[in-house]
């Protein structure tokens, strides 16, 4: 069943129509990516999907409901968490507080401590650093933290803009690693990755994106074989 689908997406900032009839979907339980050059369009088609942007024409699906119009805020509240690119985090708050902002629609507080205990399982250095401010960590504790606040609303569908940027391979080992466990405990996962062999890797599936338009998809597996990816993304 398809959590999420795009269907003839157009999406214009001013008069730059950056998205150009994009389709594409994402099946409960898969992790997804989209891969492109920088400037393709794989930011806004995530932008898009949780309501920063709103498209001009087209649909957008989830959970077979049409989101195309819904506000960010609300769309947040529907089981969709977006972790940006430049992690985003609010660096004058604690870890804990930053990770309390994740759960800004849950009240119950037993749920809150739940989740919180369940990020501090895939993050256990988010749990030894709760009273540091988050703008002086590292940059790996940084999307550690960013990923860690999306958590907190118990997501059914996770969108990642470029989670290895510009972090240390030992770092980006670890980010991919938790990507997997998280999948393999039931996360749908769309991701937004221009390290396309490390994304390609872990993706059930994938599409390629150039200039506003989806060009080419097929298995992860696929397409990291495939000439075409191989001289443009994997060289």
């Known amino acids: 069943m398809s959590i999420l689908q795009l269907n003839d997406v157009n999406t214009f900032y001013g008069g730059i129509h950056a998205l150009k009839g994009i389709s594409l979907k994402v099946e409960k339980g898969e992790i997804v990516t989209l891969i492109g050059c920088n400037g393709a369009g794989k930011s806004t088609t995530l932008k898009t999907i949780s309501g920063q942007v709103i498209p001009k024409t087209g649909t957008v699906l989830y ?21 940006p690119e430049g992690r985003r ?3 004058k708050l604690t870890v804990k507080e930053n990770l309390e902002m994740g759960a800004f629609a849950i009240k119950d507080k037993k749920d809150i401590k739940e989740s919180m205990d369940r990020v501090f399982e895939y993050f256990p250095r988010l749990h030894e650093r709760l ?14 933290l960013a990923m860690g606040r999306a958590l907190m609303s118990k997501p059914r569908l996770l969108l990642l803009d470029e989670p290895s940027m510009g972090l240390a391979p030992v770092i980006v080992e ?21 390290n396309a062999y490390q994304a390609l890797q872990v993706a059930h599936r994938g599409y390629v994106i150039q200039t506003g338009e989806i060009v080419m998809t097929g298995l992860g597996a696929d397409l990291i074989k495939n000439d075409q990816v191989r001289e443009a993304y994997l060289a």
């Open 63 to 83: 959970e077979d409901k049409n989101i195309s119009k819904q506000p960010a805020h609300i769309t947040a509240q529907t089981g969709i968490a977006h972790v």
């Open 89 to 91: 985090i609010f660096p």
């Open 131 to 144: 009273t540091q401010k988050g703008g002086t960590m590292s940059g790996g504790e940084q999307q550690m």
């Open 174 to 194: 670890q980010i991919f690693d938790i990507i997997s466990d998280l999948n393999k405990e039931g996360m749908t996962i769309l991701l937004v990755e221009q």
